[in-house]
Structures are given as C-alpha cells and as structure tokens.
C-alpha cells in the first residue's frame, strides 16, 4: 500500500525557519517525481515545489522562489522541503503528493499545518 | 503565478446531473493535459480525473471528464450525497516564465 506521512510542521515566528519531511513506503520512491502542494486555511490547493526522481530537475512556485528548498533522499524514501524566512502567507497545511509519469498526483499525504505567528 | 478559473459553487439535488468547468491558456489546458481531485471534508486531495477524462481505478464512472481548446469540464451524472466535496482541475504549465503546475480555483459542489 503507498503511503506518504508528512511531518515537522508546527507554530513558527515571521523569519523563521522550519523543515518539512515526508516518509514514502509501499513503492519505489527513487522512480518517481514528487511534488509539494499547499492549502491555507479555507483557500485552495497552490502548487509549492517539484523535484525529479534524481533530484536533477526542481522548480519552485514564484511565491517560494529562493527562500523554500525542495530536496529529497532516496535511499531514506523521504522528501523534504527547507522553509526559509517565513512570513504569514506561508501558513497552511503543507501536503507531498507523488507524481505519475502521465502528469498527475495520484497519492497523497495527509498533510501537516505550519503556522507562521508571533 | 497563473491559475485556472473554476465557478466558485455548483449544486444540485440527487440523481441530477453537475458540471464544473475549468478554463485556462494555451500554455497550461491548451498544451498539456488536465486533472481533476476530489477534496472531501478535512481530507487530503484525491485523484478523480487523469489524463483529461480517465478515471482511476476505483472511482465511480459518474465522473467524467472532458477537455476542449484551454477549457476543461468535470461532469458528475447521478448525484450522490458523498459527492458533496471541493473539486479542483489542475494542469502543467509551459509559460515563458518557466514550467510549473497550476491548479484550479476549486468550486464547492452541494447536494441540495
């Protein structure tokens, strides 16, 4: 059974930082391209980050752009995602979803909720 | 960041039939294709369309999809209770920015 559990999200302080893990198991994580997805409370889904199954390709959504980093460790199945000067917008419920190669997320973590505050 | 525009709300009373559309640009619907996730009450997001009108294993064939030109629609024929839920579509997108996924404005479906 595919499982992704995300973790390490919490209550942060505006220029905080903070680190997203998501633990992988029931299929060859080093196969396929992951992604994070985020949620603030009562908006919709926005796209946050992509990483490659070799970690050759990234992209970042324009709001995260040089202050978020994608990474990943395959012989651990985990992805990660480095939250770097946080501000408020950044609160939501973070979720990593795998990607299939026809271009779709067919599985999803539960997600964890990251609170930028003071 | 570009989004695609979903209506906000859609509803309908059992057994009928709802569509959501989805509309977008030459660089996202236009060029790539479409995907559509069922957001159900304080749950993760969940595959319902791929590949512009297939279904997963799983989901109920009330759902389909359909694509044309940089717009997208979601159908559910047959309206049940459970399927009162967010639904998002979802597309790559190819823009001179650089590449990235852009999802939909999300439309809230009732069951009246």
């Known amino acids: 059974e595919v499982q992704l559990v995300e973790s390490g999200g919490g209550l942060v302080q505006p220029g905080g930082s903070l680190r997203l893990s998501c633990a992988a198991s029931g299929f060859t994580f080093s196969s396929y391209s992951m992604n994070w997805v985020r949620q603030a409370p009562g908006k919709g889904l926005e796209w946050v980050s992509y990483i490659s199954s070799s970690s050759s390709t990234i992209y970042y959504a324009d709001s995260v752009k040089g202050r978020f980093t994608i990474s990943r460790d395959n012989a651990k199945n985990s992805l990660y995602l480095q939250m770097n000067s946080l501000r408020d917008e950044d609160t939501a419920v973070y979720y990593c979803?795998?990607?299939?190669?026809?271009?779709?997320?067919?599985?999803w973590g539960q997600g964890t909720l990251v609170t930028v505050s003071s | 960041q570009s989004v695609l525009t979903q209506p906000p709300s859609a509803s309908g009373t059992p057994g009928q039939r709802v569509t959501i559309s989805c509309s977008g640009s030459?660089?996202?619907?236009?060029?790539?294709?479409v995907n559509w996730y069922q957001q159900l009450p304080g749950t993760a997001p969940k595959l319902l369309i791929y590949?512009?009108?297939q279904r997963p294993s799983g989901v109920p064939d009330r759902f389909s999809g359909s694509k044309s030109g940089t717009s997208a629609s979601l159908a559910i024929s047959g309206l049940q209770s459970e399927d009162e839920a967010d639904y998002y579509c979802a597309a790559w997108d190819d823009s001179l920015n650089g590449s990235l996924w852009v999802f939909g404005t999300g439309t809230k479906v009732t069951v009246l």
């Open positions: 979803a795998r990607e299939t190669p026809i271009l779709s997320f067919d599985y």
């Open positions: 590949s512009n009108n």
């Open positions: 030459s660089s996202n619907i236009g060029s790539n294709t």
